[in-house]
């Protein structure tokens, strides 16, 4: 079975940092791609980084420059450091892996930000 397991999620001030962490259990050892995404209630889950199986990592355009995504030294884990964040960050994010057509993702961390 499956399972992507996110962890580092909580609440932080505005303009505070968090490191968010990915570690995924009963996948099939590969070369994965590896993203984040976020979500809040009421809206669609949206894209936040993704680094390929190879090549650089991309970002959406509302994060860039705050936050890197990386692989770190597992092939099967991912890590999203956020700085600098905002009020509008706040929101489950959730990591997914793939590769091949298949698609796993986890069942997500809540990040507050607030004062």
């Known amino acids: 079975q499956v399972q992507l397991v996110e962890s580092g999620g909580g609440l932080v001030q505005p303009g505070g940092s968090l490191r968010l962490s990915c570690t995924a259990s009963g996948l099939i050892f590969g070369n994965y791609a590896r993203a984040w995404y976020r979500q809040v209630p009421g809206k669609q889950r949206e894209f936040i980084a993704r680094?390929?199986?190879?090549?650089?990592?991309n970002y959406a355009d509302s994060v860039k420059g705050r936050f890197t995504i990386s692989r770190g030294n597992a092939w099967n884990t991912v890590y999203l450091q956020m700085n600098s964040l905002k009020p509008e960050d706040t929101a489950v994010y959730y990591c997914?892996?793939?590769?091949?057509?298949?698609?796993?993702w986890g069942q997500g961390t809540q990040v507050t930000v607030s004062s």
């Open positions: 680094v390929p199986s190879s090549g650089s990592p």
């Open positions: 997914e892996m793939d590769r091949a057509g298949n698609v796993y």
